[in-house]
């Protein structure tokens, strides 16, 4: 990884330009780097740039666009990368229908941390469809994608059964899970002591896919954001996938409102600036992260 220069880019019909101040360091760049989209980018020329989140200053908007947004709003959104086009960018063009006001009171740095996995965290959770009142269970309740689907199941009127190592359990009890279970390879027993019957729905965070099937009820979802699934009990397995929820800012102008009102925490765990960002992919691919890393492009973040 290595910083470059690539020529200006101007918003045109459809599209605003911000000035960013803060993208986020999350999982799928370090795939990215380490080669696991090749395929996918061979007809791509390079630089090829990480990076799905980003927060900062609209500073251009294309003639002709239709958007409630003005020159100097502080926004977020979510960036679908391709090639040059990525996050970790200091000016990024994107379309106007992707782009939202940051929450109220939040820094550009806790903003940039929502768009990508809070898009995914609702994404899995449209996809299982529960009612209120319903039990989801959580793999990886501690990390971003797990924290958020704690928080915005809750806030959909779910039971909540996350895993948590004991270091993590009071984290994750402060996030609102209703119950909190051992993380382990018999993590779908451990879940079953509590819903014997097996929960409605589950959210697989850590990717245990296997091993966690098996706490899903006869007839009940299953979301993975690995795309794993099984063939098993007519349990229903989604692949969840972000992408899909481009140009969605209805859904993130609602996890914004969800911020203000506190329902959803935005969670930073420590901020680079950008020549370090291979630091940072070392440090998330270290593990034991909470919160959010993110990469700093000015100084008033």
């Known amino acids: 990884m290595r910083v470059v220069d690539l020529p200006e880019t101007h918003a045109c019909a459809g599209e605003v330009r911000i000035r960013v101040h803060a993208s986020t360091v999350n999982p799928t760049d370090t795939y990215l780097r380490k080669g696991a989209r090749a395929a996918a980018l061979r007809d791509v020329p390079p630089p090829y740039v990480p990076g799905m989140d980003v927060a900062g200053i609209v500073d251009e908007i294309g003639e002709g666009t239709t958007t409630e947004l003005a020159a100097g709003d502080a926004v977020m959104a979510m960036v679908v990368n391709q090639g040059s086009h990525g996050g970790y960018r200091e000016s990024i063009v ?78 994750v009890r402060s996030l609102g899970a209703d119950s909190v279970v051992p993380r382990g390879d018999d993590i779908a027993a451990q879940i079953r002591k509590l819903a014997p019957e097996g929960v409605d729905g589950l959210a697989d965070g850590s990717f245990q896919s296997e091993r966690a099937v098996g706490a899903v009820r006869d007839g009940g979802g299953f979301a993975s954001v690995r795309g794993w699934s099984g063939d098993e009990r007519a349990i229903t397995f989604h692949k969840t996938s972000v992408r899909d929820y481009d140009h969605r800012a209805d859904l993130l102008a609602r996890l914004r409102r969800q911020v203000e009102d506190g329902l959803v925490t935005l969670r930073v765990a420590a901020t680079f600036r950008p020549e370090q960002a291979a630091e940072a992919h070392r440090r998330l691919e270290a593990k034991g992260v909470r919160g959010r890393l993110v990469l700093i492009w000015t100084r008033d973040s």
């Open 94 to 171: 994107l379309p106007a229908d992707a782009v939202v006001r940051v929450p109220a009171g939040a820094t550009s740095i806790e903003a940039a941390t929502l768009p990508m996995n809070g898009l995914t965290a609702r994404q899995s959770l449209d996809q299982l469809g529960l009612r209120p009142g319903q039990t989801l269970a959580v793999t990886g309740a501690a990390g971003c994608y797990g924290g958020y689907v704690v928080q915005l199941a809750k806030a959909d009127g779910l039971h909540v059964i996350a895993d948590a190592s004991s270091a993590d359990e009071a984290l």
